[in-house]
């Protein structure tokens, strides 16, 4: 079979002959959730980061829900940690991000890593030489993993560079910085 349409949800009713609490827990509920999973897409739309120069990870943040913003099940502050996405519901998270820097310099590396509670996972992370000629604005992607999240654990796109300058993220333009989660499986 192909092609088959999303079918609609029909709420419980009362005197169905299986119990509407049966209905409700094991067939309504466990669809609503699949057809309504935890997404989170955000990126820097008016809001950039500054990152010094050198080899710490600076966690980017996405303070604005201008542009692309959507947090279906409230993970997301924009004033409170604003560069993360707390995990609602525990299970296997579909995961990406990608950081964008200012054409100021063309010397050092840039870099991009996925940081769970602050740790970078293991092979989610790229980096790269600085572009040879500052007409050129470097955006990098994170490998996309699944990632186990409990309720609780949170998720970060972190960026670094070492150009001996100051550089900026981008914001408002189709390179800016991102993050992208989205629930996959229990």
Known sequence: MS??????????????????????SQV???????FNKPIFNAVQAS???????????????????AGIYQDTY??????????RYVAQ????????GCATFSTT???????VRIAKNG??????????????TTSVSPAIPTPTRDVFLNAG????????????VQLTTIAGTDLSSGLYVRFSHV
């Not at 309504?28 to 699949?34: G, H, K, R």
């Not at 310099?105 to 870099?111: A, D, I, N, P, Y």
């Not at 654990?153 to 001996?164: H, P, R």
């Open 47 to 65: 809001t950039t980061d500054t990152l010094t120069s050198g080899i710490s990870w600076t966690s980017l943040t996405f303070k604005d829900s």
């Open 105 to 111: 310099s063309t010397t050092g590396e840039r870099g």
């Open 153 to 164: 654990d949170y998720v970060e796109v972190q960026a670094l560079q070492n150009s001996g």
């Open 3 to 24: 092609n088959l349409p999303v079918p609609s949800l029909a709420a419980p009713v009362t005197g169905f002959p299986i119990s509407q609490s049966y209905l409700t």
């Open 119 to 132: 740790t970078q996972v293991q092979g989610m992370c790229t980096m790269l030489q600085a572009p040879t």
């Open 89 to 96: 519901v525990a299970g296997w998270y579909t995961i990406n």
């Open 74 to 83: 409230g993970g997301h502050s924009l004033t409170t940690n604003p560069s």
């Open 28 to 34: 309504y509920n466990p669809l609503t959730f699949a």
